[in-house]
């Protein structure tokens, strides 16, 4: 008998169900679109049972599709939007408020509160991260102080806190198991990843009971079996990973110094750094990758605020391109910018400039710059932004790395990746598959139960698409990146 794995990749506004077969080659896929609830300008909250009934419903959905029994399945792989945060009521299994999701700013002036404080820095040598309301633990703490009872109840031991990945697994095992993996308990802001476990003074700090936390497990191992009246059968959860640790694994950046980068809304680079965990000054976050077999490999983390988004504001905001997709085409249509630089600081920019009042602009125009030009530089922006990165994360290394693994929608343009490979002087490669978030979960959850025998073994299955080589000189490349910082420095404090 075949037998398969299933990936629920439970998304930020949808949840998704791909069935993956021996090969790593998907079988089929089911998505759910959920409501997205805005409180208030900058709030932003799911209703915890949607998340929970469309995974259910796509999951039955994908099988059905593919005309495949639960018990040809081998085992479940959970990948989610990772930081939401959910709190429920022991006794009865109900959330006590909605999923207060990672892009909620809510509790923005608590945090601001905690840098004045001069917390920065503890928080950073245990957590990794930087003191953001994205993180789960001031969200848990302003469910605990504004939803009526809810202290006390906390206090009582009566309340459960879980990100996306706990919540499912608890609904999916009937109550049974109330766990995480360690990539997902390293984005909470409470979890010390020097020691691996949650740090009681961080919890002192928030005002949350250790008895609503978690058992935190390896990413790779047993999580729990479904309840047998949700599939007819028990099917074991063996492998759990936040989304970008997820498509990091996905895309086999199993040893030091591989970095994958995912070109989607925003851009989304990490970099494995191997057992030990670099604390950078650079603002990269650093966070636990996964844990194999009792070792665990960190992961560098920086991020890009506006990356495919500046060729959707290209189509929606100024409507000079109808799809994304034209952006290609039209940007080959030029032989170059003609000089256009483009800096999409939209919302400020991130690493390596962290100025919050940088905001968009383009610069170089002259009478002979068209629309293809600026197009051109949009594409082009995508990959200087990326460059500062990686660059970023060579210094926080201490090496050079050698290629670039790349996902996301906006991979799909072959410009911008041979541009990005000419920028960064390094071969990009871009997958056959490029669902890698629900491939790396997957692949956890394979190796956990024997279905792939090694790392080794998920790497043979993985399909390289295609290959962008460097294919520019030093004198054109060096030139193009001063330019382009040239440009970001004309943008930087606008808005002060
Ligand atoms: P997310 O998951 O972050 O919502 P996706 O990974 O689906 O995003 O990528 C969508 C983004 O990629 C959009 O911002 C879109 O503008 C951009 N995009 C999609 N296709 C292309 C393309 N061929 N060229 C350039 N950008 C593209």
Redesign the pocket.
């Known amino acids: 008998m075949k037998r398969y794995i299933i990936a629920l990749d439970a998304g930020t506004t949808s949840s998704r169900c791909i069935v993956f077969d021996r090969t790593l080659r998907i079988v089929s896929v089911a998505q759910k679109e959920f409501p997205q609830i805005f409180p208030k300008d900058g709030w932003v909250e799911h209703d915890p049972d949607d998340i929970y009934f469309t995974q259910l419903e796509v999951a039955k959905a994908a099988l059905e599709k593919a005309r495949i029994s639960p018990s040809e399945v081998e085992a479940i792989g959970i990948t989610n939007q990772r930081e939401t945060v959910i709190v429920w009521d022991k006794n009865t299994g109900k959330p006590i408020y909605n999923a207060i999701v990672w892009q909620c700013r809510r509790t923005a002036e608590a945090c601001e509160k905690l840098r004045n404080d001069g917390c920065e820095e503890l928080i950073r040598k245990k957590t990794g991260l930087v003191i953001d309301s994205y993180f789960s633990a001031t969200k848990i703490k302003w469910i605990l102080d504004n939803v009526q009872g809810a202290r006390e109840k906390a206090e009582r031991g009566e309340l459960l806190f879980g990100t996306v990945d706990c919540w499912l697994i608890y609904n999916l095992t009937g109550g049974a198991s109330h766990v995480t993996d360690v990539s997902n308990a390293s984005r909470t802001m409470l979890f010390n990843i020097n020691t691996m476990s949650w740090d009681e003074e961080l919890l002192a700090l928030f005002g949350i009971p250790s008895s609503m936390l978690p058992t935190v497990l390896p990413s790779c191992g047993l999580f729990g079996h479904t309840d047998p009246s949700l599939f007819g059968v028990p099917i074991a959860i063996s492998g759990v990973a936040g989304d970008q640790q997820s498509a990091l694994f996905g895309q086999c950046c199993f040893s030091k110094g591989d970095v994958k980068n995912?070109?989607?809304?925003?851009g989304f680079m990490l970099m494995n750094t191997g057992d030990t965990p670099i604390f950078s000054d650079n603002g990269l976050l650093t966070t636990v990758g996964w844990t194999i077999n009792g070792k665990t490999s960190y992961v560098l983390e920086g991020s890009v605020f506006i990356?495919?988004?500046a060729?959707?504001w290209l189509?929606d905001g100024i409507g000079i391109i109808d799809k994304?997709?034209e952006?290609?085409a039209c940007a080959l249509s030029v032989e170059s910018t003609g000089g256009v630089y483009f800096v999409p600081a939209f919302v400020g920019l991130g690493a390596p400039y962290w100025d919050p009042y940088a905001r968009g602009a383009i610069l170089g125009i002259t009478r002979g710059t068209t629309r293809a030009h600026i197009v051109r530089a949009a594409?082009e922006a995508m990959a200087f932004q990326t460059y500062d990165v990686i660059k970023l994360m060579e210094d926080e290394l201490g090496c050079r790395i050698n290629d670039l693994r790349v996902d996301?929608?906006?991979c799909?343009?072959n410009f911008?990746l041979s541009f990005q490979a000419d920028i960064l002087d390094k071969k990009i490669i871009r997958p056959e598959c490029i669902e890698t978030t629900a491939l790396g979960a997957a692949a956890l959850a394979g190796l956990a139960v024997g279905y792939f025998s090694s790392t080794e073994d998920i790497k043979k299955n993985i399909a390289v698409s295609r290959i962008f080589e460097p294919n520019i000189d030093d004198v054109s490349r060096s030139s193009k990146i001063d330019l382009w910082h040239k440009a970001v420095s004309r943008a930087l404090s606008f808005a002060e």
Do not use: F, H, K, M
Request: with cysteine; glycine share 22%; net charge neutral.
């Open positions: 995912t070109y989607g809304t925003g990356c495919g988004a060729i959707q189509r994304a997709y952006s290609e594409v996301g929608g906006a799909a343009n911008l």
